[in-house]
């Protein structure tokens, strides 16, 4: 898939999201302090954005009491940004993205194993805009 011209649709949003693995996720603490951590996310098809994390961090605890935040992240010269509501998994949901998490990052399941308090988070953005810095002007979209 080539990013070399504008990307507007969701199917090259989550192609760019799953070339990137990485990005950083932003919360806030109770006192309205930012806090910005690196994870490591699969993402589904619909656009939902999967990690794993331990109880006791910090995201966890912030997304716990305030659910919203913001996620970027790039591959070269294109950038997503997206802003959405995080949820803790359980159940059918925890399965089902789970699983979809094992496939992108197979060393979670070692990591399952051996770590204690580990869960995985969804977010499901409500806001989604994709930056293509390699053309000239640059293109800004939102992704439907």
């Not at 913001?70 to 591959?75: D, E, I, K, N």
Request: charged letters at 25%; aromatic letters at 8%; a neutral charge.
């Amino acid at each position: 898939m080539g990013y070399g011209r504008g990307v507007t649709t969701r199917s090259e949003a989550v192609g760019l999201l799953r070339s990137a693995t990485y990005g950083v996720l932003a919360t806030t603490f109770s006192d309205g302090r930012p806090h910005a951590a690196v994870v490591g996310v699969a993402v589904t098809d619909e656009l939902e954005l999967v990690f794993d994390t331990v109880r006791s961090s910090r995201k966890a605890q912030n997304l716990e009491r305030d659910p919203r935040c913001a996620f970027s992240a790039w591959a070269g010269a294109i950038t997503v940004q997206l802003e959405g509501r995080a949820d803790v998994l359980a159940g059918v949901e925890l399965e089902r993205l789970r699983r979809i998490y094992l496939d992108a990052f197979p060393d979670g399941r070692e990591r399952a194993l051996v770590v204690p308090g580990l869960i995985w988070v969804r977010v499901r953005p409500d806001w989604t805009r994709l930056s293509d810095y390699a053309t000239d002007p640059p293109r800004v979209e939102l992704v439907p």
